[in-house]
């Protein structure tokens, strides 16, 4: 019963590398999410999918791609990091619709340093 | 656009002690309320999830409570102990909004030995 995982759960990058954040859910989950937790910020909403080829914009999607090519898997790519991007990032799951309202699943977490 | 508001910021309390953390909405169009911890470095763990239609949800030591009309919801902690210190958040799922999720700033809770 693994849940959501994420990896890594640590980086640090340099400025202006790329990078892909894994997160992959077995739960069978429509909809999954990244945010991203900063001090003071509380968790703020970087980009959704709703299910397998749909993905939105959240608050925060500058500097962010994402792509769903399967139900499991919700990668989170920085295309070029900046030092603004060091956060703590967050992958969540839940299911979409219907009566199955088991709420939000989240992952452990990746802690992201760009230098 | 839905706000959630949690107040307080941070709570000092005695081991032993009853408490209340709240937290305020303010659009009552939601599908459901959950609360979670957040121990410092970690992820977020689900506490208690209130679907729209329901009143209050227990697990353990916990209670959620749920009045939407008044866009409160609080958890009650019974006899605290030093392991509850944590992060306490609340978040929100539109109702129309179904792909929104709203979360509150949270409630840093330290219980004293």
């Known amino acids: 019963n693994a849940g959501v995982t994420q990896t890594p759960k640590f980086q640090v990058l340099k400025t202006g590398q790329s990078m892909t954040l894994q997160c992959a859910q077995d739960?069978?989950?429509?909809?999954m999410s990244w945010y991203r937790q900063d001090p003071g910020m509380g968790l703020r909403l970087i980009h959704y999918s709703v299910g397998a080829g749909i993905t939105d914009q959240g608050e925060v999607p500058n500097g962010y791609n994402v792509s769903r090519s399967t139900t499991e898997d919700f990668p989170l790519r920085l295309l070029s990091a900046a030092p603004s991007q060091t956060s703590v990032y967050f992958c969540?799951?839940?299911?979409?619709?219907?009566?199955?309202?088991?709420?939000?699943?989240f992952g452990s977490g990746t802690r992201l340093t760009v230098v | 656009k839905q706000e959630v508001t949690q107040i307080p910021a941070a709570l000092s309390v005695p081991e032993g002690e009853n408490l209340v953390l709240n937290c305020s909405f303010t659009?009552?169009?939601?599908?459901?309320l959950q609360w979670f911890r957040q121990d410092p470095g970690k992820g977020l763990t689900s506490l208690l999830l209130i679907q729209s239609s329901q009143r209050e949800q227990t697990s353990g030591r916990l209670n959620a409570s749920l009045d939407k009309s008044s866009g409160r919801s609080t958890l009650y902690i019974a006899a605290s102990q030093p392991g509850d210190s944590a992060t306490y958040l609340c978040?929100?799922?539109?109702?129309?909004?179904?792909?929104?999720?709203?979360f509150g700033s949270g409630t840093k809770l330290n219980v004293k030995p």
């Open positions: 659009d009552s169009a939601i599908y459901n």
């Open positions: 969540a799951s839940s299911y979409g619709t219907g009566d199955r309202s088991y709420g939000y699943t």
């Open positions: 978040a929100v799922r539109g109702l129309y909004n179904f792909n929104k999720f709203y």
């Open positions: 739960m069978n989950h429509e909809y």
